[in-house]
């Protein structure tokens, strides 16, 4: 179980994850609702500038020679009649000359809007121009600006321009929608970034926890067989006047708790080695039974003297591709928890077939079996379904997980099966050999 500072800690990452999460999506978000409304201003601009564009070309002509045939007579170029019917659709017009002085404009034209004299002076040197101004009301407007007439005649300028304020409030509408998606996106990514930060660390934390629960149950299994080494100690300390056949039980105790502890450690350091990786496995083609054979007549020399009978039956060579060291391990484990589990006069079965593609092995010895409940569990490291009987038979709860460790790394998979009070069975399928 996590402790509440590796709580704090995992809160913490999960917190500093999801905010650069969100932070990332949100920059991301900003630069996409930039080029969005920046492609939309320009497109939406760009339609005006060639509206008036066209209007101009349109109409510049008629006009130049209304006001070239006015020179000609003679008379005044002042209150020039550009007709109404020209605004329609909000367009409005004027004629200016140099210095800004305007000849005559559409009813709709508002001086205040109309080009000033630099403008004007810079589209009588020949540059067609587009500019932005302000109604006497406050309204942008923009206005384009064509020189009038060629050569010495070009004294005059047409001003075609029209209000931008429908394009201004249309970019005001997608800047909010842009503001409200994107809030919304980015309060989303928070969420989603808080729930994928939880299940990146997930198995971080997990491994963590195990890590913890395995030191605390390693801690705890070396304590009693170092107490126990100590407390035997301390007496030959205070017997040490006495001959060591007075004090043999505690040199015993000292032997046997000492056997313990290196086997606790032996099977550590390979569960160590499988945590990371760096476990080797000399794989070759196996025949399976015949180390099932050697392993069962090694541990029929533990069974003969508890009474208990330990039968093989395996039907011709089983093929497989494994470590042989390995494999004689993990039947040596299975062999040894089935043995320690019976009483006296029970029987261990061990039968090894190919069946297809498969290699089955299976022990079914005739113990007290395991209760429902401990089951799911039974892989996990130091634990026991009985812990007052797992010690007093020596064991130190890893060997079913070094097991499931072995057979997994073999491609296969080990299942138990128990019913209690009448024995366990066993059952490890790897993959056969050709």
Partial sequence: MATHSGIEVFGRARWRLTLWFAAVFALIIVLLGAAVFLTARRVLFDQVNSDLVARAERESQPVAQRLLQRIREGGQLTGIKIGPDFTAGGYFYAVAAQGGTIIGSTPNADPAGLANPKAIDDAL???????????????????HL??????????????????????????????????????AGILLAVGAGFWLAGRALRPIQLAMDRQRAFVADASHELRTPLSLIRANAEILERHREQPVDANIGSVGDIIGETDRLSALVGQMLTLAQADSDTAAF???????????????????????PRGISLDLNANGPVTVSGDATRLRELVMILLDNAIKYSGPGASVHVDLNRDGGTAELRIVDEGRGIEPGALPRIFDRFFRADKARSREMGGTGLGLAIAKWITEAHNGTIAIDSTPGRGTAVTVELPASA
């Fill in 146 to 183: 064509v020189p009038l007439g060629r050569g010495q005649d070009r004294r005059f300028v047409l001003e075609v321009g029209r209000s931008t304020e429908p394009e201004r409030k249309a970019l005001r509408g997608l800047l909010l929608i842009l503001a409200i998606g994107g809030g």
């Fill in 282 to 304: 000399s794989m070759a083609t196996v025949d399976f039974s015949a180390i099932a054979q050697d392993a069962a007549r090694q541990m029929q020399l533990l069974a003969e």
């Fill in 125 to 143: 040197a020949g540059n067609e121009a587009f500019i932005d101004t302000t109604s006497s009301e406050g309204e942008q407007l923009r206005v």
